[in-house]
Nanobody, 125 residues
């Protein structure tokens, strides 16, 4: 499974940005894709996750992004989006998408086998 994250950039506080994560390879129809982020000098932080099966999708959000970020997926394009609204300077980080081939949400990075390269989001004040 290969993951390609994109959509990062430089924005001002209060702006919005949408990240994309395209999955390719043998993903199957049941999987979980999660966004993590890592700010300079800090550890990896759980952002949002979506678990996908043929009939349903469940989501989970980190406390610091609830109400501002929305995770969604486009099954036909094997793509997961992270819509980020009301961005704050503390959202500045490299954002990574990660996948596991079960539809079971987890906020622990050690539960994910597949990782994409990150995309940098910088929010200026």
């Amino acid at each position: 499974v290969q993951l390609q994250a994109s959509g990062g950039g430089l924005v001002q506080a209060g702006d919005s940005l949408r990240l994309s994560c395209v999955a390719s390879g043998r993903t199957g129809s049941t999987y979980t894709i999660t966004w993590f982020r890592q700010a300079p000098g800090k550890g990896r932080e759980f952002v949002a996750a979506v678990s996908v099966s043929r009939i349903s999708a469940n989501t989970r959000y980190g406390d610091s992004v609830k109400g501002r970020f929305t995770i969604s997926r486009d099954n036909a394009r094997n793509t997961v989006f992270l819509q980020m609204n009301s961005l704050k300077p503390e959202d500045t980080a490299v954002y990574y998408c990660a996948a596991r081939l079960v539809n079971l949400l987890s906020s622990r990075d050690q539960d994910y086998r597949y990782w994409g390269k990150g995309t940098l989001v910088t929010v200026s004040s």
